[in-house]
């Protein structure tokens, strides 16, 4: 009887268990096409019912509208249900009705940073995406919403795709193979030990068609200015990479020796083309000329130090792509041994491509490498190498080059997983604000309002 009376009972905790465990997503407010990446793919602990509460307006057709997309995909479709609220009260309809455990943010980031520490304050885990904060003021906000968030056991986090990126992954890898890499050198102002370059098109193609962006998106009050967007993947990038699984601390391990900001110029005629209308709106009359033309500081480069390691890190925005090429990624890491190079150019067809190259001095021998190789391959099975003039190129077989798009579900599935067993790493918490001290002191020193 007793037997039979413990069974009930672990039967019934264990249901209980589960129905904390189940998540479910509120998309709150989306009006980057990211919030919809989240849900390219489904779940398993995850409901298909995801509530969303926006204002109308086309920011949330076109979400909508991906989501759709996504459930009608001939190969892999979705199940997602959306359940909308659309209103002026939205955000307070969602603290009120708490249809779910989860804010998804993807969208305007003007008020990005109070979404956050408003719902920490209610008592949601919070998955957003970059950059979480723009400004100074917005900085503290942060920092209390983090203190909210672990008073309350709650986890804030941040999509940081291009971890999941493969010829990263490996550049990270081999950074920690002392055989093949030795160690990472502190570099110079000149020549910094890293130096990471992305280069990015404001008209693109997403999950198959032209990407119409929101007029909100070219005003940097509310997007953000490129040394505090897109930067935000290349500083964690010199983290996560230079100082694997370490923890750093802001107020002593960064050190900003300059910044710079520019512009990008987009014509009227562009314009239209971007976000599909006619006049641009008030709010962009500031940064337009006569014939309404804009020039948008988009652009940014930070030189600074992490723990006495130099990096560079700089965000380049063009209109658009020339035809058969897209968005581009560079970096370097030095080490004493060899350097670990990432180019993506012409010469290597627009694809990030891994290159291994050998210090003039001290370098590993050819067996070492080749050991250091295998090593890493028993992790990802197939990865070889091509000798070149320089060293070696990295082979990586298709299987591992999935595509931004499909880095979300990647993200997406580490943050559940923290979510499901209580175990995201200390050292997440202070690198993400440390990652957000670097892009907004640039920021400030560039001489940005």
């Given at each position: 009887?007793?037997?039979?009376?413990?069974?009930?009972l672990?039967?019934?905790l264990m249901?209980?268990?589960?129905?904390?465990e189940?998540?479910?997503?509120?998309?709150?407010?989306?009006g980057?096409f990211?919030?919809?990446l989240?849900?390219?793919s489904?779940y398993?602990q995850?409901d298909p019912?995801?509530?969303v509460?926006?204002p109308s307006g086309?920011?949330?057709?076109?979400?909508?509208?991906k989501i759709?997309?996504?459930?009608s995909?001939?190969?892999?479709?979705?199940?997602?249900?959306?359940?909308?609220y659309?209103?002026n009260?939205?955000?307070?309809?969602?603290?009120?009705?708490?249809?779910?455990?989860?804010v998804?943010?993807?969208?305007n980031?003007?008020l990005?940073?109070?979404?956050?520490?408003?719902?920490i304050?209610?008592?949601f885990?919070?998955?957003?995406?970059?950059p979480?904060v723009?400004?100074e003021k917005?900085?503290?906000?942060?920092?209390?919403a983090?203190e909210?968030?672990?008073?309350?056991k709650l986890?804030l986090?941040?999509?940081?795709t291009?971890?999941?990126e493969?010829?990263?992954?490996?550049q990270?890898?081999?950074?920690m193979?002392?055989?093949?890499?030795?160690?990472?050198?502190?570099?110079?102002?000149e020549?910094?030990a890293?130096?990471?370059?992305?280069?990015h098109?404001?008209?693109?193609n997403?999950?198959?068609?032209v990407?119409?962006?929101?007029?909100?998106f070219?005003?940097?009050e509310?997007?953000?200015?490129g040394?505090?967007?897109?930067?935000?993947?290349?500083?964690?990038?010199?983290?996560?990479?230079?100082?694997?699984?370490?923890?750093?601390d802001?107020?002593?391990?960064?050190?900003i020796?300059?910044?710079r900001?520019?512009?990008?110029?987009?014509?009227?005629?562009q314009?239209?083309?971007?976000?599909k209308l006619n006049e641009?709106?008030a709010?962009?009359k500031?940064y337009s000329d006569a014939?309404?033309?804009l020039?948008?500081?988009?652009n940014?480069?930070i030189?600074?130090t992490?723990?006495?390691?130099?990096a560079k890190?700089s965000?380049?925005?063009?209109y658009?792509?020339?035809?058969?090429?897209g968005?581009?990624?560079?970096?370097?890491?030095?080490?004493?041994?060899?350097?670990l190079v990432?180019r993506?150019?012409a010469e290597?067809?627009y694809?990030?491509?891994l290159?291994?190259?050998?210090a003039a001095a001290?370098a590993?021998?050819e067996?070492e490498?080749?050991e250091?190789?295998?090593?890493?391959?028993k992790?990802y099975?197939?990865?070889?190498?091509k000798?070149?003039?320089?060293?070696?190129e990295v082979l990586?077989p298709e299987?591992?080059?999935?595509g931004h798009e499909?880095?979300?579900?990647?993200?997406t599935?580490k943050?559940?997983s923290?979510?499901t067993?209580h175990?995201m790493p200390?050292w997440?918490?202070p690198?993400?604000?440390?990652k957000y001290?670097?892009?907004l002191t640039a920021?400030?020193?560039?001489?940005a309002?």
């Amino acid at each position: 009887m007793k037997r039979i009376f413990g069974m009930i009972l672990l039967a019934g905790l264990m249901q209980d268990l589960q129905a904390q465990e189940k998540i479910k997503l509120i998309t709150l407010d989306p009006g980057h096409f990211h919030a919809a990446l989240v849900q390219k793919s489904m779940y398993p602990q995850v409901d298909p019912q995801v509530h969303v509460y926006a204002p109308s307006g086309n920011d949330l057709q076109q979400h909508l509208d991906k989501i759709k997309l996504y459930n009608s995909d001939p190969k892999n479709p979705t199940a997602w249900k959306e359940i909308v609220y659309e209103g002026n009260d939205f955000f307070e309809k969602m603290l009120k009705d708490k249809t779910g455990n989860v804010v998804v943010l993807a969208g305007n980031n003007r008020l990005k940073t109070d979404y956050i520490l408003k719902s920490i304050q209610s008592g949601f885990h919070v998955f957003s995406d970059k950059p979480m904060v723009i400004n100074e003021k917005g900085f503290e906000k942060l920092k209390l919403a983090f203190e909210e968030a672990k008073k309350r056991k709650l986890q804030l986090y941040d999509i940081m795709t291009e971890r999941y990126e493969i010829t990263t992954i490996l550049q990270r890898a081999f950074s920690m193979e002392p055989a093949l890499f030795g160690t990472l050198q502190k570099g110079t102002a000149e020549q910094p030990a890293v130096t990471k370059e992305s280069v990015h098109h404001f008209y693109k193609n997403v999950s198959g068609s032209v990407l119409t962006r929101p007029a909100w998106f070219l005003d940097t009050e509310q997007q953000g200015e490129g040394i505090v967007d897109v930067t935000t993947h290349l500083v964690d990038l010199v983290q996560w990479e230079c100082f694997p699984e370490q923890t750093l601390d802001y107020t002593k391990d960064i050190r900003i020796l300059s910044a710079r900001r520019w512009k990008t110029n987009i014509t009227k005629a562009q314009f239209t083309d971007l976000t599909k209308l006619n006049e641009e709106p008030a709010y962009l009359k500031k940064y337009s000329d006569a014939n309404g033309n804009l020039s948008i500081a988009s652009n940014g480069e930070i030189n600074y130090t992490v723990k006495g390691v130099h990096a560079k890190v700089s965000v380049i925005w063009n209109y658009k792509a020339p035809d058969g090429t897209g968005d581009t990624h560079y970096s370097i890491m030095r080490g004493t041994k060899a350097d670990l190079v990432i180019r993506q150019g012409a010469e290597q067809g627009y694809k990030p491509t891994l290159y291994i190259e050998p210090a003039a001095a001290g370098a590993a021998s050819e067996k070492e490498i080749n050991e250091a190789v295998a090593k890493i391959a028993k992790q990802y099975p197939g990865i070889s190498l091509k000798k070149n003039a320089k060293g070696w190129e990295v082979l990586i077989p298709e299987k591992y080059k999935e595509g931004h798009e499909s880095h979300f579900a990647r993200v997406t599935e580490k943050y559940l997983s923290y979510l499901t067993n209580h175990n995201m790493p200390a050292w997440e918490v202070p690198n993400m604000l440390a990652k957000y001290y670097t892009t907004l002191t640039a920021q400030k020193m560039a001489g940005a309002k």
